[in-house]
């Protein structure tokens, strides 16, 4: 068995590779033998590597002098051939970053950002009304002993916690759009100039609210009223401001599962507070023994009317 096999004959021709790079095969009793291309150069290597194949057949890796080398296009296979008017150059249309969810979401926090840094102002500025107002909630004659609070620097205690509210009750507002298919409200307007138009919707109103109570009670010959009224009303507001601000916090950064939970619960908070400061505005009246009358006007103005140009507004929209 072992007598049939003979040595490889002995080749001691040149022979030309594709890029006709003479190459001198090695003896048949050299330990070369078993790597047949170790004599070849690196240049006819990577042109015999990266030729394709013209033919399902194998091409023979020794090729004639004569054999016309096979000359490959710049892409195989070649790429469509496209037009003129293919060819120009059209940039995509630039997107506004605000219309996108990252750039909304950084324009929320930048908003309640200010809102946080005024909450650390009445931290450290006017924590001492604060407690006294948390005091007087449970209080037996809250009504009465509310007004009792004073301080060189009460009016500015109320203007930044209702400003604020006013910050928090905005986000939690468009949070609740959100849920409430928003698609037909960002239609023209981007989630971020809503929530400015939240914002400076809610900052209208509050100011039409003060001037409304101030011209009544002048007009009833009242003007202690709208005092009594403006404190009364936004006592609970007042008291209610680090939960705003940490429900507008956690509607906004928070996982979708738990953000319609925080978003639910802020629009309850705040419809149980307005309903609680219009039951403390009728107890105001009745204790003091205010022109009921004036009551039923500020009600219809204030307490109905707003909310019934809301729905009205919802339903055009």
């Known amino acids: 068995m072992y007598d049939s096999i003979r040595p490889a004959p002995h080749y001691t021709s040149s022979v030309a590779t594709l890029s006709n790079v003479p190459v001198t095969l090695p003896r048949a009793d050299s330990c070369d033998s078993i790597f047949p291309y170790k004599g070849i150069e690196q240049e006819a290597l990577i042109s015999w590597l990266i030729v394709p194949r ?3 057949s194998d091409t023979s890796a020794y090729e004639t002098e004569n054999t016309t080398p096979h000359i490959p296009e710049p892409f195989y296979p070649q790429l469509a ?14 997107q506004d970053i605000w219309s996108t969810y990252a750039g909304s979401l950084s324009f929320t926090f930048a908003f309640l950002l200010v809102g946080i840094l005024l909450s650390a102002y009445i931290r450290f500025r006017f924590w001492k ?7 007087l909630l449970f209080h037996p ?5 509310v007004n009792e609070v004073e301080g060189p620097h ?10 604020t ?6 986000v939690i507002a468009l949070r609740g759009l959100e849920l409430f298919s928003l698609e037909q409200y960002t239609e023209f307007l981007p989630k971020p100039l809503l929530l400015l138009l939240l914002f400076g919707s809610l900052l209208l109103f509050y100011f039409f609210r003060y001037l409304v109570l101030r011209l009544s009670s002048y007009l009833i010959n009242q003007p202690v009223t709208s005092h009594v009224i403006w404190r009364q009303y936004f006592f609970i507001d007042r008291l209610l401001w680090p939960y705003y601000l940490a429900l507008a916090l956690l509607a906004t950064f928070n996982t979708a599962l738990l953000t319609p939970i925080f978003t639910y619960t802020g629009l309850v908070l705040i419809a149980v507070s307005t309903l609680y400061a ?3 505005i009728l107890l105001t009246f009745i204790y003091f023994h205010y022109n009921l009358f004036y009551y039923f006007l500020y009600l219809c103005a204030l307490g109905i ?13």
């Open 54 to 56: 013209t033919s399902n």
């Open 81 to 94: 051939r496209r037009s003129y008017a293919e060819k120009q150059y059209n940039p995509l249309p630039i």
């Open 129 to 135: 009304y604060y407690t006294e107002y948390a005091k």
């Open 141 to 145: 004659r809250s009504l009465v002993r």
């Open 154 to 163: 009460i009016a500015q205690f109320h203007f930044i916690v209702d400003l």
């Open 165 to 170: 509210n006013i910050f928090s009750i905005s």
């Open 278 to 280: 219009q039951f403390r």
């Open 305 to 317: 009317a707003p909310w019934l140009g809301l729905i009205r507004w919802l339903q055009l929209v």
